[in-house]
T-cell receptor, first 114, second 116 residues
Framework: AQTVTQSQPEMSVQEAETVTLSCTYD???????LFWYKQPPSRQMILVIR??????QNATENRFSVNFQKAAKSFSLKISDSQLGDAAMYFC???????????FGPGTSLSVIP | NAGVTQTPKFQVLKTGQSMTLQCAQD?????MSWYRQDPGMGLRLIHY???????DQGEVPNGYNVSRSTTEDFPLRLLSAAPSQTSVYFC???????????????FGAGSRLTVL
């Protein structure tokens, strides 16, 4: 079965600094999608970034970028110039095909220190 | 666009009671799913559906039933509530295409359920 692991239950970062959240996954498939979702205290889940496994180029969305290492099955999220509004739970997620189930990791709680 | 609407937002049940969490989406998404969120365990998939009339089990399906009679609605039923089902429940939907938005889940606001 596919699994998603986030080994850092909690992380903290100084405002304006850079932080990297780790995610590893287990799959035997070659084509899949990976995601990072953010859950602020409001509880609303928000997409941060999406990566297609067949694309070599790492996805980027403004201050958010990923380091996708397909052979190592690693998908880390880098947040640059951290802001107070980045404080949230961050979930890594995986899905194989357009209609397959989406599996989430246990999450990393990120605190931003002013 | 309302997106994904979940009701109720809060519910308290007694052990053994039954209830239905409602989920509706107005985006014509084919894929719908239910998750439960517990501290330290992330979101665990309960049931999912790839279209009307089609449902399948996720990681933690025991104690829950679903049906998908229309594209828009995907209710989650607790047949006999247990304290272990105390959790926050999320409904989510998505569509499939070759666009950059494919497979991106749109979530409801969540429903906090307490079983006493």
């Amino acid at each position: 079965a596919q699994t998603v692991t986030q080994s850092q239950p909690e992380m903290s970062v100084q405002e304006a600094e850079t932080v990297t959240l780790s995610c590893t996954y287990d799959t035997s498939e070659s084509d899949y999608y990976l995601f990072w979702y953010k859950q602020p205290p409001s509880r609303q889940m928000i997409l941060v970034i999406r990566q297609e496994a067949y694309k070599q180029q790492n996805a980027t969305e403004n201050r958010f970028s990923v380091n996708f290492q397909k052979a190592a099955k690693s998908f880390s999220l880098k947040i640059s110039d951290s802001q107070l509004g980045d404080a949230a739970m961050y979930f890594c997620a995986y899905t194989e095909t357009s209609y397959d189930k989406v599996i989430f990791g246990p999450g990393t709680s990120l605190s931003v220190i002013p | 666009n309302a997106g994904v609407t979940q009701t109720p937002k809060f519910q308290v049940l007694k052990t053994g009671q039954s209830m239905t969490l409602q989920c509706a989406q107005d985006m014509n998404h084919e894929y719908m799913s239910w998750y439960r969120q517990d501290p330290g365990m992330g979101l665990r998939l309960i049931h999912y559906s790839v279209g009307a009339g089609i449902t399948d089990q996720g990681e933690v399906p025991n104690g829950y039933n679903v049906s998908r009679s229309t594209t828009e609605d995907f209710p989650l039923r607790l047949l006999s509530a247990a304290p272990s089902q105390t959790s926050v429940y999320f409904c989510a939907s998505s569509y499939s295409s070759t666009s950059s938005g494919a497979n991106v889940l749109t979530f409801g606001a969540g429903s906090r359920l307490t079983v006493l």
